[in-house]
């Protein structure tokens, strides 16, 4: 039996898309995510492809098939190294494809890698405060050789994981303050539900834009534990 709960929600739009799809899993073009429940363990993949169209279709559609095969037990690091390996034989010329991979157990241990995706940011409900964790690694299908690295932490009741493509923060127009405001309106609203942080995110993003069309497809996905 978990010690606590978790609840997750995803979002999702594709390149100049209006409208945001939300479930638990789902993929745009360009974008996806994927979750998977073994007894007390949770894994969870959320990855964008470069470019749109297509072949960012197919290498999203690849890489979710590859991610529907790890086993609950299989480490995830040579995942990233034989899906990177997958991709790249498939002969797409600059198609790559961004993915953050994680496991969590029915203690809140959280195991977190990453390959071309923004940092993995957390809430820390205990001091209210916003921790990004150091995974920085090349895309899947550049260099299936490249050392990807895992973190691990452990999470607290009421701690929120924010997982997400770039196409959120790119909306803003000053480099490095959309993320600053991202941070923030997270801190503002970690201790409301799960699908209000959603919102309140998306809506974010929309005001930066004045709700013209997304340039690039936007995945976001909030687990809370509870």
């Given at each position: ?7 997750a929600?995803l979002?999702?739009?594709?390149c100049g898309?209006t409208?945001?799809e939300?479930g638990?899993t789902?993929?745009?073009v ?6 998977v429940?073994d007894?007390?363990i ?6 964008d492809a470069?470019g749109?169209g ?5 290498v ?16 995830l690091l040579?995942f990233?190294?034989?899906?990177s390996?997958?991709?790249k ?9 961004g993915?953050t991979?994680?496991?969590?157990d029915?203690?809140?241990?959280l195991s977190?890698t ?6 993995p940011?957390?809430y820390?409900?205990a001091?209210k405060s916003?921790e990004?964790?150091?995974?920085k690694?090349?895309p899947?299908?550049s260099?299936?050789?490249?050392p ?8 607290q009741?009421?701690d929120v994981?924010?997982?997400?493509s770039?196409?959120?923060?790119v ?7 959309g993320?600053?405001?991202i941070h923030?309106?997270?801190?503002q609203?970690a ?8 919102n ?5 993003g ?5 709700n013209r069309?997304k340039?690039?497809d936007?995945t976001?996905?909030?687990l809370?534990?509870?």
């Amino acid at each position: 039996m978990a010690v606590f709960g978790v609840t997750a929600v995803l979002a999702l739009a594709g390149c100049g898309d209006t409208d945001i799809e939300r479930g638990l899993t789902g993929a745009a073009v360009g974008a996806g995510a994927s979750l998977v429940v073994d007894g007390d363990i949770l894994t969870g993949a959320v990855g964008d492809a470069t470019g749109h169209g297509l072949k960012a279709g197919i290498v999203v559609a690849a890489t979710k098939s590859l991610f529907n095969s790890l086993q609950p037990k299989e480490e995830l690091l040579p995942f990233l190294k034989n899906a990177s390996t997958a991709l790249k034989g498939m002969g797409f010329s600059q198609m790559y494809m961004g993915i953050t991979l994680f496991r969590l157990d029915s203690q809140g241990m959280l195991s977190i890698t990453s390959a071309g995706m923004p940092l993995p940011i957390i809430y820390r409900s205990a001091d209210k405060s916003i921790e990004e964790l150091p995974l920085k690694g090349m895309p899947l299908g550049s260099f299936p050789d490249f050392p990807y690295t895992k973190h691990e932490t452990k999470l607290q009741t009421g701690d929120v994981l924010l997982l997400m493509s770039d196409g959120l923060s790119v909306r803003y127009n000053l480099d490095g303050e959309g993320e600053k405001q991202i941070h923030e309106t997270l801190r503002q609203v970690a201790n409301r539900p799960a699908e209000e942080i959603l919102n309140t995110l998306i809506k974010l993003g929309d005001s930066w834009s004045e709700n013209r069309p997304k340039d690039d497809d936007i995945t976001l996905f909030i687990l809370k534990t509870s």
